[in-house]
């Protein structure tokens, strides 16, 4: 998301929660207090406190009142369904002109003035198109979801103090994801210039594309086909040695940019490769080009080597990388982590935001680097070989992951089951039918998956089937609760949400029992990555 900001939400930027995160101020509203001196006033402190609250946090707040639907001694808690009107604020922070979370759109220079991005009514007209297909999407918005509520998980996790530049140490050397010069148009570990403050997962993030001379990402006299930035079908490449755990592929994605990403989005991040390289350190790189992937889940990849090329997939104003660092093997409840470069050579065109803010580095080896800024591999990559035998520890490491990979998808269907159940009560006043209509939505889905493989020659993709079985064993769960009336006082607001809210838990304990059993065994294999 740039001027009219690039990404994940990687819903990575058009969507509605990743406006907010670019538009606004944004922090968690249960994240470490702001750095106040002892010497300021309560009213300081306090004017800084709210200051530093979020419309999207305040939005998540109307989840409390579900309580008051689920419990008629909780009625009372229904008044929290009024926070679902901070939705709007984006149109308000559209109408007021609201200063850009990274410095531009003020009075102040900021770090990104001098690029000359796409931008004006098409970003807005693609902002207002993206809100209702985001919201009427289940699978792009369950994300959305997964990934408010998973900040949480992130927090506790942390014992309520998520990683920082000060207090994180990381284990593994990275390099920069790309080789070439490219420009960072989103991210920093200073706060005022981060990707997204909040959710917790992109705090540290970066997008990345390439720029000429003026600032601009395709050439100034051609349209907004995805062939004509400088960008896109570049190489990606795993930013140092490890095992790639997980893998998203078979993405749509436009053939134009300008502010526009694909309406049939199953996931915002779109095509996109995660890679542990030590202990609570994985790294994602999303928007990839489908098809190009050319890893698999259990494959150890070098520092380096092509992992795929950078496109247009997912919630993607126009082509660009998204990178980031991460604790947790999942997008949606991992806390970012802020990731030093090695071998990074840097050119700051515009304002340099660590002067601005008098922002001191912390000690380490490599060095951070900031929205606005264009930057370079000093070091040619080294020679990689691939080992085409397999050893029975890796076979089994595969086999775990495909296991955890299958499950977390089946957890997946079962939230979204949960999401249709919601949006589907509105006009349909039968449980029963609703349920009738789960059931038929994951037939549909079968249907047209082993179709689509048999045509195209392949085999039928197991992650995909694993998500139409969690769609159809949510319809059972609903369906049986229906014609049995054991809850005969509960209506598909309350329901769907407490079905998608158990997929949720249930894809957490997945992915943490891969997290904490399965992974440990590929540890041995990239045991040389903090030698580099």
């Not at 284990?171 to 920093?188: E, F, I, K, M």
Request: aromatic residues 8%; charged residues 20%; proline residues 5%.
């Amino acid at each position: 998301m740039l001027s009219s900001t690039m990404c994940v939400g990687c819903s990575c930027e058009v969507a509605l929660t990743e406006r907010l995160r670019h538009q606004t101020p944004i922090s968690c509203l249960m994240t470490e207090v702001s750095n106040t001196t002892d010497t300021q006033s309560f009213g300081s402190r306090l004017r800084d406190r709210i200051g530093s609250i979020s419309p999207f946090s305040l939005t998540m707040l109307g989840f409390i009142g579900i309580l008051g639907d689920l419990f008629t001694q909780l009625a009372i808690l229904k008044l929290f369904h009024l926070f679902w009107f901070f939705v709007l604020w984006p149109f308000v922070s559209m109408l007021v002109g609201d200063r850009g979370s990274d410095g531009s759109g003020g009075d102040d220079a900021g770090p990104r003035d001098w690029l000359e991005m796409d931008d004006g009514w098409r970003g807005h007209v693609a902002f207002l198109v993206g809100i209702p297909l985001s919201f009427f999407n289940p699978l792009s918005f369950r994300q959305d979801a997964m990934q408010a509520l998973g900040s949480i998980v992130a927090i506790v996790r942390h014992r309520g103090s998520l990683p920082g530049p000060e207090s994180h140490t990381q284990s593994a050397r990275y390099r920069l994801p790309v080789d070439g010069t490219w420009t960072v148009v989103n991210g920093s570990p200073i706060k005022e210039y981060s990707h997204s403050w909040f959710p917790a997962t992109q705090r540290y993030a970066y997008d990345f594309v390439i720029t000429d001379d003026d600032g601009r990402s395709h050439p100034a006299e051609t349209d907004t086909s995805i062939e004509n930035y400088y960008c896109y079908d570049q190489p990606v490449l795993a930013p140092a040695d490890g095992v790639v755990v997980n893998v998203h592929d078979g993405e749509p994605e436009l053939g134009r940019a300008g502010g526009f990403s694909h309406p049939l989005k199953h996931s915002f991040t779109g095509n996109m490769v995660t890679i542990r390289h030590a202990e609570g350190e994985y790294s994602s790189l999303a928007h990839l080009v489908p098809g190009s992937i050319a890893v698999e889940p259990g494959e150890h990849v070098e520092r380096g080597e092509q992992v795929g090329r950078c496109g247009h997939s997912g919630n993607s104003a126009e082509p660009h990388l998204h990178f980031q660092l991460q604790d947790h093997p999942t997008f949606e409840v991992s806390a970012g982590l802020p990731v030093r470069f090695d071998d990074v050579d840097v050119d700051t065109p515009g304002v340099d935001v660590g002067e601005t803010t008098e922002w001191t580095e912390p000690d380490g080896p490599g060095r951070y680097i900031h929205a606005g800024q264009r930057v370079s591999h000093t070091v040619e990559g080294a020679e990689y070989r691939v080992d085409d035998t397999v050893d029975p520890n890796e076979r089994t490491v595969t086999s775990g992951l495909s296991r955890v990979r299958m499950l977390g998808r089946v957890a997946t269907g079962f939230s979204v089951g949960g999401f249709v159940t919601v949006l589907a009560g509105i006009v349909v006043p039968s449980l029963l039918t609703i349920a009738l209509g789960l059931a038929g939505l994951a037939g549909l889905g079968l249907v047209y998956q082993v179709g689509r493989q048999l045509l195209d020659g392949n085999r039928v993709r197991l992650g995909a089937v694993g998500t139409i079985g969690g769609v159809a064993a949510a319809a059972t769960v609903v369906g049986v609760l229906a014609s049995t009336n054991m809850l005969p006082e509960v209506d598909s607001s309350p329901l769907g949400t407490g079905v998608f809210l158990t997929g949720f838990l249930l894809y957490i304990a997945v992915w943490e029992y891969g997290r904490r059993g399965r992974f440990r065994d590929i540890v041995p294999a990239i045991n040389g990555a903090t030698d580099q």
